[in-house]
């Protein structure tokens, strides 16, 4: 049976995939350790708690002690790590936090499963580790810089981050690796696009979107709307990472990336458009508006003073992981929105929860009270 550590798994991403772990395979047992920051929330896995497959336990990756605990108690063979400070602009305002978090966070986590993984030590004096066991580290395409108008990431791109958040994620990268080559640890690393789907804290741009034209709010754009990103549908994200993990060669880099290449402006204009033909098509929907459908349009737009050092574009090249792997995205960006769309209109309650305390202050903050 295969015991999975899934470090930051009650944020975005790895609620997903410890939902997606549960409804896939049957013989396995899940540990779930988060310090439910404003972005992790025990609601979001309130359910799979009943499960009896799954354990939550709170605390810090950069606690020694708690993930020393875990290490001690479960007969973990994998460890998934989510667990990071993920927000650019919050970066900007506070690097410190993501570099103690994403950088000393992860260094911690790799120095306890060694510890609790090695068996000894071979003929040239390299630790030898339990059979099955792996750490897998997940990354963003954002450690790899700009692109210009063509051409894509691929696992031999130079990392050139430009934000502090995405410096600390390169940082985090390259101590996995470090890991991997000084102690032949057996890892991998995976770098996304940007995942959007349900359970997303409304500060990134899709939820936020969403959530503001719900409330009749302007809706924020950087600059001019032009920067392109590729999006990926967060279960496509998650058979991914389970692909990797399972099937991944040891110390390998995979991209795991949408073929969804779409310019901001593009994203909220088709939100828009989406949400006003799902309320005219079922108007049950129209009950969690607080604004008037009508008011529901474009000029609910506003570009507000573009964000420092905003990378223009990020495309990725998903080739070897779909060689490798099997895998390839399989939700289109259109089919997609219209299932994280639905699924917000159907769960306010959940929205209400995680953006009950600091969020306002927050959304203010960022971006003036509009």
């Not at 606690?63 to 927000?87: G, I, Q």
């Not at 088709?270 to 349009?297: F, G, R, W």
């Amino acid at each position: 049976m295969n015991c999975y550590l899934v470090t930051g798994g009650a944020g975005f991403i790895g609620a997903n995939f410890v939902k997606y772990l549960l409804k896939k395979h049957t013989d396995i047992q899940i540990v779930v350790l988060d310090s439910l920051t404003y972005a992790g929330n025990l609601g979001t896995i309130k359910d799979d708690l009943n499960d009896a497959r799954l354990t939550f336990v709170k605390g810090d990756v950069k606690d020694r002690e708690v993930v020393t605990s875990v290490f001690e108690k479960y007969p973990l063979n994998f460890v998934v790590n989510f667990a990071a400070e993920s927000h650019v602009d919050r970066s900007i305002e506070n690097p410190q936090v993501f570099l103690e978090t994403n950088i000393l966070g992860t260094q911690n986590i790799l120095d306890v499963a060694k510890k609790y993984w090695t068996t000894g030590k071979d003929a040239k004096g390299y630790p030898t580790y339990k059979e099955g066991v792996k750490y897998l580290q997940v990354s963003t395409d954002e450690v790899y810089g700009s692109l210009g108008e063509t051409g894509y990431f691929t696992e031999t791109t130079p990392l050139d981050p430009r934000s502090p958040y995405s410096a600390s994620k390169t940082g985090a990268d390259l101590i996995v690796k470090a890991y991997g080559e000084t102690y032949k640890m057996p890892i991998n690393i995976t770098r996304c696009s940007n995942n959007y789907g349900p359970y997303h804290f409304p500060e990134k741009l899709i939820p936020l979107i969403i959530k503001n034209i719900l409330e009749g709010k302007k809706l924020p754009v950087y600059g001019d709307g032009s920067n392109v990103r590729d999006w990926l549908f967060v279960e496509d994200h998650c058979k991914a990472i389970d692909a990797v993990v399972l099937k991944g060669r040891a110390g390998e880099v995979y991209n795991v990336g949408g073929h969804n290449e779409k310019k901001n402006i593009e994203i909220v204009k088709l939100t828009i458009s989406t949400i006003q033909q799902l309320m005219k098509e079922n108007p049950a929907y129209q009950s969690v508006l607080k604004t008037s459908l009508d008011n529901i349009n474009e000029n609910l737009i506003t570009y507000v003073t573009d964000r420092l050092g905003h990378d223009q574009r990020y495309a990725i090249d998903p080739t070897k992981i779909t060689g490798e792997l099997g895998w390839y995205p399989e939700t289109k960006f259109e089919v997609g929105i219209e299932k994280t769309i639905r699924w917000y209109l159907e769960n306010q309650a959940w929205v209400e929860e995680v953006t009950s305390g600091d969020y306002q202050k927050y959304y203010e903050q960022m971006y003036g009270n509009r």
